[in-house]
C-alpha cells in the first residue's frame, strides 16, 4: 500500500455530496482524491505482481478504470478478485497519461462517478495549479491592444519562440483569464523561461485587464492548448505561415464522462 490517507473515509463521503452541477462539490471530491486512496480493483495477477491489471469500463466509449473509495464500499461491491491500495496521486498519474479516467464506486446505486482524465491530470500536477473544467474556450473578447503589441514587438527577440497563440478562457469555478500559447523549437529550461518573461513584461506594460496565464503548446494533454492548435491562428509567427499538429478540439469534462480514447482491455497495475 502506499499514499495511506489519515482517514481512509474521506474520499467515499465527499463522493457522496457530488451531484450534477454541483461543482464545488465536485472540486471537493477532487480534493479528497489528491490527500486520499482508493481500492483499485485488479482483473487479473495480484498487488506488485508483473502480470497485475486493473479492470476496465467502456462508457460511452471512453475508458475508465474501476475503484472503491473504502474498504466497506470494496466489500459491498462483492468483488472477489484482487484490489491493491494506492493514492489518489499515484493512480492519477498513472492513469492520465493513457487518456483513461477513474471510475468510484460504480456498484453504487445511480453507478458512481467517474473522473475524467483531464481531471485526473489537474490532481496528480497540483489542483491549484490547473483550471476547474468543465472549460468554456474562445478567442479573446477582450481588448488588450497594448499588451499583444508588446508580445509582437518583442517576439522575434526570444529566438526559441516559433509562434504565438490566444485563447479565453473561463473556467466552471473562478475568474476568466487570457491563455497565451506558446509554441518553442525546443522545450529546454531556458528556452521556456524566456517566453514566459516575454508574456511577463508584456503583461507588466499593459493596461490593468483580465489575468494571463501561458501555456505550453508542445503539452499534449492540455485542453487550452488542443483547443488553440484547433482553432486559433498564431498572432505572432517566426516562419510566416500556421503552425499546427491538428488536434481535434476536446472540451474539458467535469464529472459525467468525456474524452475518447481506443478500446483498451485494461490498465497495468504498478
Known amino acids: 500500500m502506499t499514499g495511506a ?15 450534477p452541477e454541483r461543482w464545488e462539490a465536485y472540486e471537493g471530491l477532487l480534493r479528497a482524491l489528491a490527500g486520499g486512496q482508493v481500492w483499485m480493483l485488479l482483473w487479473h495477477g495480484s498487488p506488485g505482481s508483473p ?14 478504470a474501476p475503484c472503491a473509495t473504502s474498504p466497506a464500499q470494496l ?11 494506492v493514492s489518489g ?16 464506486d460504480p456498484h ?5 462517478v467517474g473522473v475524467p482524465w483531464a481531471d485526473l491530470r489537474r490532481i496528480a500536477l497540483g489542483l491549484d495549479r490547473l483550471p476547474a473544467g468543465p472549460l468554456r474556450i474562445s478567442e479573446p473578447p477582450v481588448q488588450a491592444s497594448p499588451f499583444f503589441a508588446v508580445l509582437e514587438q518583442q517576439a522575434g527577440e526570444v529566438r526559441p519562440l516559433r509562434s504565438l497563440r490566444r485563447a479565453w478562457v473561463q473556467p466552471v469555478l473562478g475568474e476568466a483569464y487570457l491563455a497565451i500559447g506558446l509554441d518553442l523549437y525546443d522545450a529546454s529550461p531556458p528556452s521556456v523561461e524566456a517566453a514566459r518573461a516575454l508574456v511577463q513584461r508584456a503583461a507588466a506594460q499593459a493596461p490593468e485587464g483580465p489575468g494571463v496565464s501561458t501555456v505550453m503548446m508542445a503539452d499534449e494533454f492540455d485542453p487550452v492548448a488542443m483547443w ?13 505561415h500556421p503552425t499546427g499538429f491538428g488536434y481535434a478540439a476536446q472540451p474539458m469534462a467535469g464529472p459525467a464522462p468525456g474524452w475518447g480514447q481506443p478500446p483498451w482491455p485494461g490498465h497495468p497495475g504498478r
Not at 490517507?5 to 451531484?19: I, K, Y
Not at 466489500?75 to 491500495?85: D, F, K, Q
Not at 488553440?228 to 510566416?240: E, L, T
Open 5 to 19: 490517507a489519515g482517514d481512509p473515509g474521506a474520499v467515499e463521503r465527499a463522493l457522496a455530496a457530488v451531484a
Open 51 to 64: 502480470d497485475a491489471q486493473y479492470g476496465n469500463m467502456d462508457v460511452g466509449g471512453h475508458g475508465y
Open 75 to 85: 466489500a459491498a461491491s462483492g468483488w472477489t478478485r484482487a484490489h491493491e491500495v
Open 89 to 104: 496521486p499515484e493512480i492519477a498519474s498513472s492513469l492520465y497519461r493513457s487518456r483513461w479516467g477513474l471510475w468510484l
Open 108 to 112: 453504487r446505486p445511480g453507478g458512481g
Open 228 to 240: 488553440m492548435w484547433a482553432n486559433a491562428r498564431p498572432f505572432f509567427d517566426r516562419q510566416g
